[in-house]
């Protein structure tokens, strides 16, 4: 069997004489979903359709020392050859550093359910070490007692709740999210106007506490809380908020509104809080708000952290306006975390074109599974625009040569899955499709388009139809000593930058004889060939004669 892209084939006699005396080298049919059976030809990379035609040929060899030989013969049935491209995954370790680079957490946990080779690479230490900030060891060196871990994705895991860290004076984690870094300063690394002085601050342990000690306001007059960090340690080219982590006892007294500022170079950034009064209308002010760890908290104020070169971030809360005795205030620190993006805002802002444009240099699968992420996203995976993308740039010219029945398309996308299935075209002697995974076209010759050696000789083949068969028409051989097929397809028809490899499409019923002899299958595109044995039948070697 041979293939062949312009140019002259030449039969290597060596190779088959080789295949001779080892019938293990050649290639078997494989079954398909269809109901018949393939057998590869070869292999090629289609560049840009500009080495003219495609030339397939299986050819059945014959030893030149045999008498004349056995006839080949009965149910060998031959419905076309059809071309499809190659489906080559990706490396496992090119999987993981796409996966790192252009996804988060979520999405690499997700992708692990896509297959096996995705479930390998989503468990790789290089995609989970570009989720943790580049100083994470320097942060795990302060971490008392050490913190033990077998993988990467293990280790952010772990960092994604809170680890004690500076003497357990601060806490330190990852947002799962978006992986940057956030810190608390605890009670004791605060500084707290008269916080030394057991007449007006009490320290002590609480059970919800991640901290050793809070502190507890017994009474003070002046109430004044303030914190600093060097904005170095937080994550570059980032918004933070920070909040005054709090709880009240239940006979906590004149905590009117404070004031409360964040500054960070030349920005500052001012609130009013308002921890146990109601908010005046008019006033913008913050009020206490409960966390999911049995605290409450209080928003200060926010800053961008650019490259962390300004400095220290220095947060205030000051109650000392009105001089009132003031008490049942338990303070656990002061956390500086990253702005949480509600729901998909950002992506809400965009315009749905937008999106749409983004998501077609995707894959179809990739835009049908963005529908489930929102709204926007939905609306945007199911545009025109998306699914023109993924539809060869000729598709107009191949539906206008088919002779399927026409079929009412409402949008681009239901005419990409239309095409996923077979249609006939060139009156009825091709059928065109699109490969589901890759988007490529793939095209079956059917037996009619072929040139079988005597196919038009009544004693040596049949032609007949099938219900099986995609065209009208399929060959059958009754009775021939020379076995020889071939085809041709304009490779320009082909889809680019694409390698496809080349099947001939038959059936073999249990009658069928003599078809156990290697065949020469060879597929040549300009100056690259790709040779093969074909052994259509591998039980028959009694038919062979000594």
């Not at 933070?240 to 007294?253: G, M, N, Q, S």
């Not at 913008?284 to 409450?296: E, K, L, N, Y």
């Not at 388009?449 to 032609?463: A, S």
Request: proline share 5%; net charge negative; glycine share 6%.
């Amino acid at each position: 069997m041979s293939v062949k892209l312009g140019g002259h084939i030449s039969i290597n006699k060596a190779f088959f004489q080789q295949a001779l005396s080892s019938r293990a080298d050649g290639q078997d049919p494989q079954a398909r979903g269809d109901q018949w059976m393939e057998i590869e030809m070869g292999e090629f990379f289609n560049d840009d359709g500009e080495e003219g035609d495609l030339v397939m040929i299986f050819r059945d060899i014959r030893d030149e020392n045999r008498n004349s030989g056995i006839p080949m013969g009965i149910r060998l049935i031959v419905e076309g050859i059809e071309i499809r491209p190659v489906w080559n995954n990706l490396p496992e370790d090119c999987i993981s550093r796409i996966l790192s680079f252009f996804t988060s957490p979520r999405d690499v946990c997700r992708s692990s359910a896509v297959c096996s080779i995705f479930r390998s690479a989503s468990e790789s230490d290089v995609v989970w070490e570009k989720f943790l900030p580049p100083d994470y060891p320097d942060i795990l060196a302060g971490f008392v007692p050490p913190l033990h871990f077998s993988s990467k994705k293990e280790l952010f895991i772990r960092l994604c709740d809170p680890i004690m860290i500076d003497d357990g004076k601060m806490s330190f984690s990852i947002d799962k999210m978006s992986c940057r870094k956030c810190y608390m300063l605890s009670a004791r690394k605060l500084g707290i106007i008269w916080g030394a002085d057991p007449r007006y601050w009490s320290w002590t342990s609480h059970p919800e506490s991640r901290f050793h000690g809070v502190a507890e306001l017994l009474q003070v007059c002046w109430l004044h809380i303030y914190g600093k960090i060097d904005a170095h340690i937080l994550s570059p080219k980032t918004t933070y908020k920070v909040y005054l982590v709090i709880k009240f006892r239940e006979d906590a007294t004149g905590l009117n509104h404070a004031e409360t500022w964040v500054k960070l170079g030349s920005h500052e950034s001012k609130k009013i809080a308002f921890l146990q009064e109601a908010v005046p209308a008019g006033v913008d002010g913050q009020v206490p708000q409960a966390r999911s760890d049995g605290w409450m908290e209080i928003e200060m104020g926010e800053f961008f952290n650019d490259e962390g070169e300004d400095g220290d971030v220095e947060m205030t809360f000051k109650q000392t306006t009105d001089l009132h005795w003031k008490s049942g205030l338990i303070i656990q620190g002061m956390e500086i975390r990253e702005i949480e993006m509600e729901g998909l805002d950002l992506f809400s802002k965009l315009p749905e074109g937008c999106i749409s444009h983004i998501i077609s240099f995707t894959s179809h699968r990739d835009a049908c599974r963005s529908s489930a992420v929102c709204s926007i996203f939905r609306a945007a995976s199911e545009s025109d625009s998306v699914w023109e993308r993924f539809l060869p740039p000729d598709y107009p010219d191949v539906l206008a040569g088919s002779v399927s029945p026409p079929v009412r398309i409402s949008s681009k996308k239901e005419l990409f899955f239309r095409l996923c299935d077979p249609v006939l075209i060139d009156d009825n002697k091709m059928s065109f499709s699109i490969e589901k995974r890759t988007g490529r076209k793939c095209y079956t010759l059917s037996a009619r388009k072929l040139w079988i050696t005597w196919g038009d000789t009544p004693m040596y083949w049949k032609w007949t139809s099938l219900p099986e068969s995609r065209f009208p028409e399929v060959a059958e051989l009754l009775d021939v000593w020379w076995l020889e097929i071939s085809g041709k397809i304009d490779a320009h028809l082909l889809s680019p930058k694409t390698t496809y490899k080349a099947y001939l499409v038959i059936k073999l019923g249990e009658e069928a004889y003599g078809l156990d002899y290697p065949a020469e299958t060879s597929i040549k595109l300009g100056d690259h060939a790709s040779n093969k044995i074909a052994i259509l039948q591998q039980d028959g070697t009694r038919m062979f004669q000594s």
